[in-house]
């Protein structure tokens, strides 16, 4: 249950109505999370330049950019946001079997590749204490470009500040499909 009002379509401030026909555009619905703040027109842009970049302008690959959005939703049991991107990392190829190991138990689980678990324990130790250790960063290092890490940084601030609105505000998973 929400724990404020929404500015559902129509009610949203000014400046938000071209983030909401962007999203409406691109997912066929303005997700909840975005009503919660619709009420201030400079929060929901600054939310829709997050998605915006999130979904369409990283180079990561989707598969490693949810198992990283995944890892931060699992370790702030965010139910809203795992309702999202389970299918969507289903999308991009992880199993039921990976997305359930996803946080701790995937740290070494030979069902990941190196990489995939590098990101996994950067994403849930930046999550949980907000500066991963050097062994965790040395791991992304071996994997992934400069640019990379400064996306993965991005997914993993990006689901956490996302998140800390959703939880906080009461955003509520929407009926209708998403991307």
Known sequence: MPRTTCAHEGQEAPQATPVYQNLKKGFGMVP?????VGHSGPVTQALGGVLDAYFNKLSLTPRVREIAYLTVARANE????QGHHVPMGKAAGLTDAQIALIGPQGFENPAFN???RAVIRFAYQTTQVVKADDQALEALKRNFSPKEI??????VAAGNFIQRIGKNLG???ETAPTR
């Open 32 to 36: 909840n999370v975005v009503k919660l």
């Open 78 to 81: 965010c139910a809203y946001c």
């Open 114 to 116: 190196e990489a995939e």
């Open 150 to 155: 400064a996306e993965l940084a991005f997914v």
């Open 171 to 173: 955003a509520e998973l």
